[in-house]
């Protein structure tokens, strides 16, 4: 480990202003986390020093902008630990590359009768695509069970889990409760049946070390702007041998090799699918994101986040009233606590806490079928990343009782 963990604000301009004349006490890191100026540089360094299109030109200024671009393929491939460079398909971040899963090697592969296999715990990005897919195809949607206290019930995925099971498609992550799934553990079953893997990893990247051929994914997904990187890049990692079986979606641009008037040879995988000009400024912002954040080390981010909701979430349950979802053990979440408050919508409980300058999310969380099974309409979620601290928790928690005394004892 390189960076230690307490030269951390430095490098995050924008946590050292006021909101509300409060200091910012940002805890919204799940929705997006914010860019340290190592990543701000390199994008800026790009613009104003290599701002070319790529694979296009011979001037100098291109051959430089695609291989600054070209160069972060091997970086995400080393990061996550994949086989090949050519497995990595950069996209407008998670839902794009799970859409085109579906799209595209689903709508090829899944047939009617077929089923797929997901879980309540789903990001609405890693579940309305397998609907549309479903309906299209004429495919069956089944759902494992969570346990009591939110995780995987691997009992219902062994369940579940069948020789016409085509598809399993889980996060890594959970966006709301925190979980990690046991993605190895059910990618085994999966295989077992002749089912493909993919893994919504929006929420795992960036707070935990990733090995995709450990897990035994088949494709994995996840996004930019959630590690530290620009927004509008993500990327899709597949098996070699399944992105070669699955057709483009966009059409144009760079993604071809040879056109005639009524055919037309696309180029090789991953450069099919990246037709037109991409996001070249994004994508090498997050080149330098995955340094920023392997100076660190994915185990001591990952450490970090665990000392943090072993100190907060005490403190959370003792607070009367407030319902915390998902597991109680602190050693069984990443960074992401969601609670409601009994008497207080957790919308106004989000602006009661912006007002004392903390920052966290309200509502539904692009998860209405995980909601709609916990009973709830939304909850408010604080989420905590590696420039996070012991004073935030500290702060989160006197701005929470702050608004119970406002609110429900009608005294300030």
Known sequence: MGKK????RADFPIL?????DEPLVYLDNAATTQKPLAVLQTVRDFYENDNANIHRGVHTLAQRATERYEQVRQKVTDFIHGNDWHEVV???GTTEALNWVAASYGATHVKAGDEIVLSYLEHHSNLVPWQQLAKKVGAKLKYIELTADGQLDLQSAADLITDRTAIVALCHASNVMGVVNPIQAVSQLAHAHGAVMVVDGAQAVPHLPVDVQELGADFYAFSGHKMLAPTGV????GKLA????????EFGGEMIANVGLYET???EVPYKFEGGTQNIAGVIGLGAAIDYLQAIGLEQITKHEQELISYVLPQLQAIDGL???????????TGILSFNLTGLHPHDLASALDMDGVAVRAGHHCAQPLM???GVSATARASFYLYNTKEDADLLIKAILDAKEFFLNGSC
């Open 323 to 333: 319902e915390i979802y998902g597991p109680q053990d602190p050693s069984l979440r």
């Open 5 to 8: 963990m307490n030269n951390w």
């Open 16 to 20: 050292a202003q006021k909101v509300n």
């Open 372 to 374: 709609n099974y916990l």
């Open 265 to 267: 040879d696309f180029k």
């Open 242 to 249: 399944l992105l070669n079986e699955m057709p483009p979606l």
């Open 234 to 237: 993500g990327v899709l990692w």
């Open 90 to 92: 950069f996209t407008k």
